[in-house]
T-cell receptor
Framework: GAGVSQSPSNKVTEKGKDVELRCDPI?????LYWYRQSLGQGLEFLIY????????KSGLPSDRFSAERTGGSVSTLTIQRTQQEDSAVYLC???????????FGDGTRLSIL | AQSVSQHNHHVILSEAASLELGCNYS??????LFWYVQYPGQHLQLLLK??????LVKGIKGFEAEFIKSKFSFNLRKPSVQWSDTAEYFC????????????FGIGTKLQVIP
């Protein structure tokens, strides 16, 4: 009965480094979302996976951001050549289907020095 | 630990009716408060937020919310709903200090009948 699991919970890295954030959705959930929350802002949608369909990447802020979802389960969000403005909490959510309630992980707090 | 309660899980209104969705939170510190909306088949979108200042916050699409600190409440209102407001609405709270966990309510499904 585990919920959505994200790792690491905290990440501090230097500007210019690449980072990889992981999300383990609830088993059986076909929909997976990535959001981020920057300081002083609300949630910002990044990317959405639904089953085997092509992901909705419309929220990715730049080509330094990419995400994949292997085998319809675990997802990784990769940020290349990190910048200070990438500092935020990155939240992952999953749902049984696209119209079902989203369950959120605890997030990864990313700090770029 | 912080928690968020949304008391109305499913609300059905006719067009032009007024809307008020309740949200209460429990937390001992200073908070930031949010309302998010999820339209059918879409991702969450920010409707409005309160960080400080005027406790009456106006958001997109005619929505507003009032932060009443003494009641630990942040109710969402709209004077006249439209069919296009049919969606699920989530209240959320986080500690105001830096990067803290966001806690969401379970959501309220709003169905507006034409």
């Amino acid at each position: 009965g585990a919920g959505v699991s994200q790792s690491p919970s905290n990440k501090v890295t230097e500007k210019g480094k690449d980072v990889e954030l992981r999300c383990d959705p609830i088993s059986g959930h076909t929909a997976l979302y990535w959001y981020r929350q920057s300081l002083g802002q609300g949630l910002e949608f990044l990317i959405y996976f639904q089953g085997n369909s092509a992901p909705d990447k419309s929220g990715l802020p730049s080509d330094r951001f990419s995400a994949e979802r292997t085998g319809g389960s675990v997802s990784t969000l990769t940020i290349q050549r990190t910048q200070q403005e990438d500092s935020a909490v990155y939240l992952c959510a999953s749902s049984f289907d696209r119209d079902q309630p989203q369950h959120f992980g605890d997030g990864t707090r990313l700090s770029i020095l | 630990a912080q928690s968020v309660s949304q008391h109305n899980h499913h609300v059905i209104l006719s067009e032009a009716a007024s809307l008020e969705l309740g949200c209460n939170y429990s937390y001992g510190g200073t908070v930031n408060l949010f309302w998010y909306v999820q339209y059918p088949g879409q991702h969450l979108q920010l409707l409005l937020k309160y960080f400080s200042g005027d406790p009456l916050v106006k958001g997109i699409k005619g929505f507003e919310a009032e932060f009443i600190k003494s009641k630990f409440s942040f109710n969402l209102r709209k004077p006249s709903v439209q069919w296009s407001d049919t969606a699920e609405y989530f209240c959320a709270v986080k500690d105001s200090g830096g990067y803290q966990k966001v806690t969401f309510g379970i959501g309220t499904k709003l169905q507006v009948i034409p």
